[in-house]
Each structure stands twice: as C-alpha cells, then as structure tokens.
C-alpha cells in the first residue's frame, strides 16, 4: 500500500483544474482545491476546498499553510489557475495587463514560494506549472498572454536546477488545445482599434470583439479529462522531462516555433544549422 499523497490545485472549479481534481481524488489521494469562491461542483472525504485570489501574495501563502495544516503534508502543488486574454499589444490597457500578470505569473510564483519551505522540510514534492504551447511561441493579439507564459517557463526552468537536489521535482505542462471554456466564456477581451479588425478577421474569422460564442460552448480539442490523466501519470512516475507537452496538436505546434526560431539564428554570426 502506497502513502496517499496530497495535493494543492489551483483553479479547480471548472475545465482542467476540476479534471484534476476528481481524478486524483479517484486514485485514492488527498486534494486541498482552491476557486476564488471558495467551492466546488463535487464533494468527497479526501477534498477540502480553500477561497484564494492567486494575485494576492499573502492570501497564497496563507491558503498553502491552510492546506498543510489540514493535510499534514504537502506533496504536489499544481499551479492551474489562469486566463486568457485576447487584444493587440496596442489596445491592452495597463490595468488588463497588470491583472493577467497577477493571475498567470505572479499566483503561480507566490504559490512555489510558499510551498518550498515545506518541501525541503519534508524532503520531497513536486511543483506543477500549467503552461500552454503559447508558452513556447507568441501570436498576435495573444501578446500578454504569451508573456505570462512565457515568464511562467522561465522562471520554472531556474527553479528546477534550485531545488532538483533538495528532492523537489518541477514540471512545465505544455498542454495545446483543450476542451473547455478557456477559449470562449473564459476568455477576455481588450477593447478594440478598428486598425487591427483585418487581422481579427483573419486569424479568428470575425471582428467582433468579444467573438460571439453559445452558452456552454467550448474551444475544441483534447477533453480535460485526457490532460489530467497524463498529469497524473508523469507525477506518478518516478521521473520525467521538465517540460510534458499534452494535448491535441500540441507537439506539432511547437515543432514549428522551434523550427522558425532556429531559421531566425541561421546564417547569423556564430550559427550553424545542421541539415
């Protein structure tokens, strides 16, 4: 018999988080779950739910020693809470930005900064970034979006050669389309420029801003369930790649920004390409 482990997941009300949620739950093990409500769609003996905002730094730090207290320890933090926001890198106003900033980079930073001193008092754990494969590139009109992410893989990557001697694993999860609200309901909007109305129609097949969507609609792709299931399957292991891409196209979408990034450096100084 293996020792349940415990695990903090942000942004468990919906989509991916709530996947999550319940399959961990389904394996035996605990789950401290946070929404910014403070509840969830599901109910189980192992689930205790915490209210958090991820911008707030001291409501993060309180939520994880709420967490450990609960549980008594604390193996797996998983960092899913986030959003996106759609608006050319003209039209993104200082508060949008500074507020997808607070949600998608600094939450997951003020989280990993809690959790640590726990993990290296334990000896062991496992930080869970939720990245995307915009993460890996940059698309117009998802410009801070992308740097959220972008700021997420970087600072991840630093953290896995700090702590891989302490015995804490970190994993970046490159997930590419996925099933759920994020791209409809839960997506948000900067106010427009009609000069970038062509390239709206162009990239999403309308101008309308906010693109219209039906009740209850969502963005294609792989189910959260799947994305769960090869998260809870990389944690199980004992080891694996920092950077686990999942999800439909995933792999093939950054096939391509690598592939356009290294014909950017080719030719150049220094640069040789292998063919």
Not at 23 to 32: E, M, P, S, T
Not at 137 to 145: E, I, K, Q, V
Request: aromatic share 6%.
């Amino acid at each position: 018999m293996t020792t349940p482990k415990t695990w903090f997941i942000t942004g468990a009300s919906s989509g991916l988080g709530l996947a999550l949620t319940r399959r961990v739950l389904a394996v035996g093990d605990r789950v401290v779950a946070t929404s910014r409500r403070g509840v969830l769609p599901v109910q189980h003996p192992s689930l205790s739910v915490v209210r958090l905002n991820p911008a707030d730094r001291d409501e993060c730090r309180r939520a994880i020693l709420k967490g450990h207290e609960t549980a008594g320890c604390l193996d797996v933090l998983v960092n899913n809470a986030g959003y996106g926001l759609v608006g050319a890198t003209e039209e993104v106003s200082e508060e949008e930005a500074r507020a997808i900033l607070n949600v998608d980079l600094l939450g997951p930073l003020w989280l990993t900064q809690a959790a640590l001193p726990l993990m290296r008092a334990q000896g062991s754990g496992h930080i869970v970034q939720i990245s995307s494969t915009g993460g890996v590139g940059a698309m117009p009109l998802l410009g801070l979006y992308n740097a959220a992410k972008w700021g997420l893989e970087g600072f991840t990557e630093s953290l896995a050669g700090e702590v891989s001697s302490m015995g804490v694993r970190v994993t970046l999860v490159e997930v590419g389309a996925m099933n759920t609200q994020w791209a409809t309901s839960g997506m948000q909007f900067s106010a427009p420029i009609p000069a970038y109305d062509e390239l709206r129609e162009r990239l999403f097949g309308t101008a309308v801003v906010p693109w219209p969507s039906e009740p209850g609609a969502t963005g294609g792709g792989s189910s959260p369930e799947a994305i769960a299931e090869g998260i809870l399957a990389h944690v199980t292991a004992s080891e694996g790649p920092l950077r686990l891409v999942l999800g439909e196209g995933a792999a093939d979408q950054i096939r391509m920004v690598l592939d356009q990034r290294q014909q950017d450096y080719a030719g150049q100084p220094g640069f040789q390409v292998d063919h």
